[in-house]
């Protein structure tokens, strides 16, 4: 940007110092009065701001100091004469970066102009460096105490440092992905790419086309040469998600490159090399999918190499309150609402309620409660009827004697996305079954849930 505002009283000092920092390329704005360099800093958004300590009205101090208030981004660097230095010193103290003496000497200014502007250079990446950190680091998944989760984060500390293929189990919005994504974090491979892929949303030819690329021609369509997923996390992390719902023609795909690291593009005859690491998660039990022949056991072993698996949140229940309390902070403060608490009745419908939906439905829950509490307290008014309502009538369903087998499966299904909110995966999860299967069994019915 290059913008510099310039603060002085006197005419010929302003003309004297726009011609010197036009040449160097700055683009310079200049005012009379501390006055009007408030009034106008939003508009002009200058980088560093050159100001005279001696004004009529407000002077130097005054206006650096009301300067770190309004715009605590802009740099300032004051001028004083030589008998004002103690003065000078006083405005580094509120919030000044450095001062020049008069008579003015070129190198001197444009030193500590570029000086001013590299340290509000690395103020800026050190807040995104933060804010990248905490993003990294935010609990969002696996806040908690409780022994099973104390096991999970202990296990993903030792396994991070390997190359070790990882597979991940556990119940739909349990936390997989953000799993995955800390083993990454706190891996060697943490500077390359984390490269995520959902199984379940893609159909084998388009998934297949997104692992491996293509090259032009392959298909219809395929009018460039577009890499593949595999390509695009080379010496980083590859995340699949719902790896248990790909079709057998993919399973021996995805197999040949976990033995060999070698693939080709869908359309091309070069092979080519990738060293990922292969991070897995599913929400079906794969054992019981290789004993019915579904998934090839050659492969769930490549896969299965190491197994974390996250428990339900209803298996974590004293987990609830501090999740719950960092969900109220975080959706509180994304919607600028100040909630101070929930209350004791609330709580207890949270940690009484089963979570099919696990973290992410409590999340969602938290969220829609922050939104829609009309004080600084979320009250149980203020939670779902799902919740508050919860008994155990809400366990069952009634199936009359003689109901074919087909239209007993679409009730138990349709009963089943009731309580997940129309999650479909959580609801495939639930009952034991692939999400394609709920897709199979009501049709285009599936399709107009919501969730869908």
């Given at each position: 940007m290059n913008e510099?505002?310039?603060?002085?009283?006197?005419?010929?000092?302003?003309?004297?110092?726009?011609?010197?920092?036009?040449?160097?390329?700055?683009?310079?704005?200049?005012?009379?009065?501390?006055?009007?360099?408030?009034?106008?800093?939003?508009?002009?958004?200058?980088?560093?701001?050159?100001?005279?300590?001696?004004?009529?009205?407000?002077?130097?101090?005054?206006?650096v100091k009301k300067l770190k208030r309004t715009a605590p981004?802009?740099?300032?660097?004051?001028?004083?004469?030589?008998?004002?230095?103690?003065?000078?010193?006083?405005?580094?103290?509120?919030?000044?970066?450095?001062?020049?003496?008069?008579?003015?000497?070129?190198?001197?200014?444009?030193?500590?102009?570029?000086?001013?502007?590299?340290?509000?250079?690395?103020?800026a990446e050190n807040r995104q460096l933060r804010t990248?950190?905490?993003?990294?680091?935010?609990?969002?998944?696996?806040v908690g105490n409780s022994a099973s989760i104390r096991k999970v984060m202990e296990m993903v500390e030792q396994v991070a440092p390997s190359s070790a293929t990882i597979l991940i189990q556990g119940a739909s919005g349990s936390g997989k992905e953000w799993v995955a994504g800390l083993v990454h974090d706190i891996s060697p491979r943490k500077e390359d790419p984390f490269i995520k892929v959902s199984c379940a949303a893609l159909p084998e030819t388009l998934l297949e086309a997104e692992l491996f690329g293509y090259e032009r021609g392959a298909f219809t369509g395929a009018v460039g040469r577009k890499e593949g997923r595999f390509e695009?996390?080379?010496?980083?992390t590859l995340f699949l998600d719902e790896v248990g719902e790909i079709s057998p023609a993919m399973q021996v795909k995805l197999l040949r490159v976990l033995q060999t690291g070698e693939f080709e593009r869908l359309g091309g005859t070069k092979t080519i090399k990738a060293d990922v690491r292969l991070i897995a998660a599913t929400n079906a039990d794969l054992k019981n999918a290789v004993a019915e022949k579904r998934f090839r056991e050659d492969l769930f072993y490549r896969l299965n190499v190491i197994t974390i698996t996250l428990p339900p949140l209803k298996e974590r229940r004293d987990d609830i309150p501090l999740l719950a309390t960092h969900f109220v902070e975080k959706f509180g403060k994304k919607?600028?609402?100040?909630?101070?608490?929930?209350?004791?009745?609330?709580?207890?419908?949270?940690?009484g309620y089963s979570w099919p939906g696990n973290v992410r439905e409590l999340e969602n829950t938290i969220e829609r409660a922050v939104v829609l509490s009309k004080d600084?307290?979320?009250?149980?008014?203020?939670?779902?009827?799902?919740?508050?309502?919860?008994?155990?009538?809400?366990?069952?369903?009634?199936?009359?004697?003689?109901?074919?087998?087909?239209?007993a499966e679409k009730i138990l299904i349709r009963e089943t996305l009731k309580r997940t909110g129309g999650e479909k995966a959580a609801a495939a999860d639930m009952l034991g079954i692939a999400t394609r299967t709920i897709y199979r069994k009501l049709g285009r019915e599936a399709l107009t849930r919501k969730g869908s």
């Open positions: 510099v505002l310039i603060v002085d009283d006197d005419r010929s000092v302003r003309d004297s110092l726009r011609k010197i920092l036009e040449k160097e390329g700055y683009n310079v704005s200049d005012v009379e009065s501390g006055e009007v360099a408030l009034h106008s800093i939003r508009r002009l958004s200058p980088e560093v701001a050159l100001v005279d300590l001696k004004m009529p009205g407000m002077n130097g101090i005054e206006f981004d802009v740099e300032a660097v004051v001028m004083t004469g030589y008998g004002t230095i103690e003065t000078a010193v006083e405005a580094m103290r509120e919030g000044a970066y450095d001062f020049i003496t008069k008579p003015f000497k070129r190198h001197t200014i444009l030193s500590s102009l570029r000086k001013a502007q590299e340290k509000r250079t690395l103020l990248r950190l905490e993003q990294a680091l935010e609990p969002h998944w696996v695009l996390a080379h010496e980083g919607n600028k609402k100040m909630i101070r608490k929930i209350s004791r009745e609330a709580m207890e419908y949270l940690q600084d307290e979320i009250d149980q008014e203020d939670l779902p009827v799902e919740i508050t309502k919860w008994d155990e009538s809400d366990h069952e369903i009634r199936i009359p004697v003689g109901m074919s087998m087909k239209e």
